[in-house]
C-alpha cells in the first residue's frame, strides 16, 4: 500500500529512470494498488493512443434535429453511412439488418430513388410499427417505385429473408448494400418493461425478440454459478466478477432474482467504494446487464454467423456497413472481416493473394471516395476501414450514444 503514497511527479521520475520500477508501476496501476485519474495517466504515456479514424464530416445539428426530433432518437453517423452507399454509382437493392425505426433505412431510400428493393429486418414488433409508418412517409414523399419488404427476422437469416421476396434478380445476383447497426435502440433502453435500463425498475427480461424463451431472470436464478461468473467475466469485461458470481450464487438461496431492482441492489452492495466514487455501482451495472443481454439473446455467436451469411449475400460490388457499440463486437467485425478477405491483417494489407488488377479496383475506389483511408487487400473483397471511423467530435456533443460508435466497411470484389 505504500506504492499508492506516490506523488505524481515521483512517479514521472521513476517511470523515466527505471524499466523495472515502471513494470511494477504500471502493474500497479493496472491492479488498482494506485489509482490515477485519465489526466494523470496521459501524462505518463499510460494511455494507448486510440486506432482509429475519427469523421471529418460536417454534422448538420439542425437539419438532423428537424428530420428525427429528439436526440434519443437520431440514426448514429447517419452522414457516414449514406457515404457508403451513396458512392454506389447504382445501389438497386438495399438489406437493412437491424431495421428499428429506420432512421438510417428512410434516409438511404430518400437519397436513391433508383433503389428498386428494400428489406428491413428486425425481430422488435414495436420496431416494426415505427419504422413502416416512417418508411411510408417517405414513399409517399417522394417518386419512389422500391418494393419494400419488412419481416420479423433475426438478421442471421438475412438469407432466407432474399428467398422470402421471392424477387429471382436478387436470388441470383444478390444484393448491393447491407447495414448492420448494433446499438439499442431507444424504444427499447427507454422502456422499463424490456428490462435493459439501469436507471428504472422492471423485469428481468433482456429479450430482442419477445417471442424467444431464455430471460435474464433464468440464467441468473438457473443457471450454473460458474457459467454465471464466465458471463460476467467474457461479455461484460467485469473485473469483479468473482465477488459478483459469489453473490448471486448466495441471492438464489433467498428468493433469487425477480426484477432489475433486485439485481441493482446487489451490485450497489458489492461494488467497492473506491471503484469510480459514489455512482462507480452504475459502471458496474451496465457492464453486468451488457454480459446478461448477450447471453440472453446469443449476440456475439450470432453476429459473427451473420456476417459470413451477409457477405455471401452481397452482389459483386456490394457493401457492407457495420456499426458496433463495444470492444467485443468489434473485434468479431474485425477479425470476420480479416477471415472474409483470407488472411492477417499484416499480410492481407500488403495485398498478398490477390491479384495487381483488383488492387488497381480498389485504389481506384479509393481516389473517388474521401472517407476511404487505409484500405486492406483481399483475394475476394476488401476492407475499406482498416480502422473503424468513430463519429465526429460534433455528433458525440449532441448525441450520446454516438459516443462508443465505430463503423466498418467491407465490399465484395
Not at 80 to 94: G, K, M, P, T
Not at 275 to 293: M, N, S
Not at 316 to 333: C, K, M, N, T, Y
Request: proline share 3%; aromatic share 4%; charged share 25%.
Amino acid at each position: 500500500m505504500v506504492a499508492a503514497m506516490i506523488s505524481l511527479p515521483k512517479l514521472i521520475h521513476t517511470l523515466s529512470s527505471s524499466s523495472s520500477s515502471t513494470k511494477t508501476i504500471t502493474r500497479a496501476i493496472s491492479n488498482n494498488i494506485i489509482t490515477l485519474s485519465k489526466k494523470e495517466k496521459q501524462k505518463l504515456g499510460l494511455v494507448k493512443e486510440k486506432r482509429r479514424t475519427r469523421s471529418d464530416k460536417e454534422f448538420d445539428k439542425d437539419s438532423i434535429i428537424e428530420r428525427y426530433g429528439s436526440s434519443s432518437h437520431i440514426p448514429v453517423m447517419l452522414t457516414e453511412v449514406l457515404d457508403v452507399f451513396s458512392s454506389s454509382s447504382s445501389l438497386n437493392s438495399f438489406v437493412d439488418c437491424t431495421l428499428g425505426a429506420a432512421g438510417h433505412s428512410s434516409a438511404v431510400i430518400s437519397g436513391h430513388p433508383e433503389l428498386k428493393y428494400f428489406i428491413g429486418m428486425d425481430v422488435d414488433p414495436v420496431a416494426h410499427k415505427m419504422a413502416q409508418a416512417r418508411i411510408n412517409s417517405v414513399l409517399h414523399s417522394g417518386d419512389s417505385s422500391v418494393k419494400v419488404f419488412t419481416m420479423l427476422k433475426n438478421f442471421r437469416h438475412i438469407k432466407s429473408a432474399i428467398i422470402e421476396t421471392g424477387e429471382e434478380k436478387l436470388m441470383a445476383n444478390g444484393v448491393d448494400g447491407i447495414l448492420m447497426d448494433l446499438g439499442m435502440s431507444s424504444m427499447q433502453v427507454d422502456n422499463p418493461q424490456r428490462g435493459f435500463s439501469v436507471l428504472g425498475d422492471g423485469p428481468l427480461d433482456m429479450r430482442m425478440d419477445p417471442q424467444a424463451s431464455l430471460k435474464a431472470e433464468d440464467i441468473l436464478n438457473s443457471w450454473p454459478d460458474s457459467e454465471v461468473g464466465r458471463i460476467l467475466r467474457d461479455y461484460g469485461e467485469e473485473s469483479n466478477w468473482r465477488t459478483l458470481q459469489k453473490k448471486i450464487a448466495q441471492a438464489r438461496l433467498t428468493g433469487g432474482f425477480h426484477s432489475t431492482g433486485d439485481l441493482l441492489d446487489l451490485i450497489r452492495r458489492v461494488t467497492p467504494a473506491a471503484r469510480g466514487g459514489r455512482q462507480g455501482w452504475i459502471k458496474t451495472a451496465t457492464r453486468v446487464f451488457q454480459a446478461l443481454r448477450i447471453a440472453v439473446n446469443d449476440e456475439l455467436k450470432t453476429l459473427e454467423d451473420s456476417l459470413y451469411s451477409c457477405f455471401d449475400s452481397l452482389a459483386p460490388g456490394g457493401r457492407i456497413a457495420v456499426i458496433s457499440f463495444h470492444s467485443l463486437e468489434d473485434r468479431i467485425v474485425k477479425q470476420t472481416f480479416l477471415d472474409i478477405v483470407k488472411g492477417s491483417e499484416e499480410n492481407v494489407a500488403q495485398g498478398e493473394g490477390c491479384n495487381s488488377d483488383l488492387i488497381k479496383a480498389i485504389d481506384e475506389i479509393k481516389e473517388k471516395e474521401a472517407w476511404i483511408r487505409n484500405v486492406i487487400h483481399g483475394s475476394n473483397g476488401a476492407i475499406l476501414t482498416k480502422r473503424p471511423i468513430t463519429p465526429s467530435g460534433d455528433e458525440e456533443k449532441l448525441n450520446r450514444r454516438s459516443r462508443s460508435a465505430k463503423l466498418r466497411v467491407i465490399q465484395k470484389i
